[in-house]
């Protein structure tokens, strides 16, 4: 009989984490792995940016901050929302974690009581669901594919909303398929909420710079429901911050108060060097988020040149983010050298690290199984070598 809780027992190991792991535990054997399996830029945070977080230790930020975060670091988030998303907050409505995953996870967990339902369109960021179980939750999943560019249409929504429904949670542009809503896929969406006052929509807006098509579109922007919408965003993606853990939430009074309540009783006031840093980040502009930007769109064409070079992939070109979501099921069924069969995704982002040394992430984890995510967060000469070793992999597949 196991010690251990109920709750910990019925979470999953994340996946992306997991085959981040398994390609570590490749290389520490000689192996040369590449890894296409994590979410994380491969770019350093911007000079400026670190020069503040010197600055900040020397001038003695090191005691504990205020739990919702320092007051002119949400006042520069205020800011920000206004200047760039022309959305209206004040510095009550603003609670900063530590990182976005936080965020996320603290706002389920002050919403969500034993049974109510959250719909997920899928695919899926692999903690959603996990995050949604932790709170005792049920979710509700919404199932696109790669015709439907994985976006939802009104229809599919109001189809899942029942009297339990209590939170709708997304992301846009989408991890992992990089999908992103335009402001009148949005405003469909919108027109099912207002029938449906009690569901509150989480908008998980964390690649907001890593846009193809356009400015980002938030859902926020519509004010018949700006009041049930909580904003998710942090410094990872667009500062390459990740290892600074430093994300928040905006949300209404109440939202805001009861999350600031649960971090309070939690880990309190996230890293006060990582806050002075977030400061000069969103208030010297986005030069250096424009550059990265621009080399992700060419590594975006890049690769998705390469993929449609593979027999047996089927691939859409992403509008954001950093991540490529093909469609792999042909393989299904295959038997690679020894004998074994390709059951599901995750076999199949298996057998490439082990075989093509690539380190993917198999689509069931993200509640799709008939593809693997890939993500184009790497040089172009890892992504022309490691799509390269794909095609080699699968094509010895019989």
């Given at each position: 009989?196991?010690?251990?809780s109920k ?12 085959m ?16 296409l ?21 020397d ?46 996870s ?11 339902e ?5 695919p899926?960021?692999?903690s ?16 696109t ?7 939802i ?7 899942a909303?029942?009297?339990?429904s ?9 991890n992992p398929?990089?999908s992103?809503?335009?402001k ?5 969406l ?6 449906h ?18 400015k ?22 667009a500062?390459?911050m ?11 009074k ?28 969103y208030e ?10 621009e ?6 064409e ?19 983010a ?22 599901d ?17 198999g ?5 799709n ?18 799509l390269?070793?794909?095609?080699e ?5 019989a």
């Amino acid at each position: 009989m196991s010690t251990l809780s109920k709750r910990i027992n019925s979470l999953s190991e994340s996946a992306t984490l997991k085959m981040t792991k398994l390609g570590r535990e490749l290389a520490s054997k000689g192996i040369n792995v590449i890894s296409l399996s994590v979410g994380e830029p491969d770019f350093n945070t911007p000079d400026h940016v670190k020069n503040a977080a010197k600055k900040a230790l020397d001038e003695n930020y090191t005691r504990y901050s205020p739990v919702p975060g320092y007051p002119d670091l949400r006042q520069a988030i205020v800011n920000k929302l206004k200047t760039e998303n022309n959305l209206d907050y004040d510095i009550s409505q603003i609670v900063v974690s530590t990182g976005a995953k936080q965020s996320l996870s603290n706002v389920i967990l002050t919403l969500i009581d034993p049974d109510d339902e959250v719909i997920i369109p899928t695919p899926y960021w692999v903690s959603y669901s996990e995050m949604v179980t932790l709170a005792e939750g049920k979710s509700v999943f919404i199932d696109t594919d790669i015709e439907s560019n994985f976006k939802i249409t009104p229809a599919q929504l109001e189809a899942a909303i029942t009297p339990k429904s209590k939170l709708f949670m997304f992301s846009s542009p989408c991890n992992p398929t990089g999908s992103v809503y335009s402001k009148e896929e949005l405003a469909a969406l919108v027109a099912v909420f207002e029938k449906h006052p009690n569901i509150y929509i989480l908008s998980d807006e964390i690649y907001e710079h890593i846009n193809f098509v356009d400015k980002h579109e938030s859902i926020a922007q519509f004010d018949s429901i700006k009041d049930r919408v909580i904003i998710v965003n942090g410094f990872s993606k667009a500062f390459a911050m990740t290892g600074w853990r430093l994300g928040y939430i905006a949300a209404n009074k109440e939202i805001a108060a009861a999350n600031d309540k649960l971090q309070g009783q939690t880990t309190s006031g996230t890293c006060s060097i990582a806050q002075r840093a977030g400061i000069v980040a969103y208030e010297q502009g986005l030069e250096s988020v424009l550059k990265m930007k621009e080399a992700f769109l060419r590594r975006r064409e890049l690769v998705y040149n390469l993929l449609n070079e593979i027999p047996g992939v089927k691939t859409n070109l992403p509008d954001g983010a950093f991540y490529f979501f093909p469609e792999i099921s042909s393989f299904f069924g295959k038997k690679d050298a020894d004998g074994n069969v390709i059951k599901d995704s995750a076999d199949l982002a298996l057998y490439l690290l082990n075989v093509g040394h690539v380190a993917t992430v198999g689509g069931d984890s993200f509640g799709n199984n008939n593809y693997i995510r890939l993500s184009y967060a790497a040089s172009d000469e890892s992504l022309v070598e490691a799509l390269r070793r794909i095609k080699e992999a699968l094509g010895k597949l019989a």
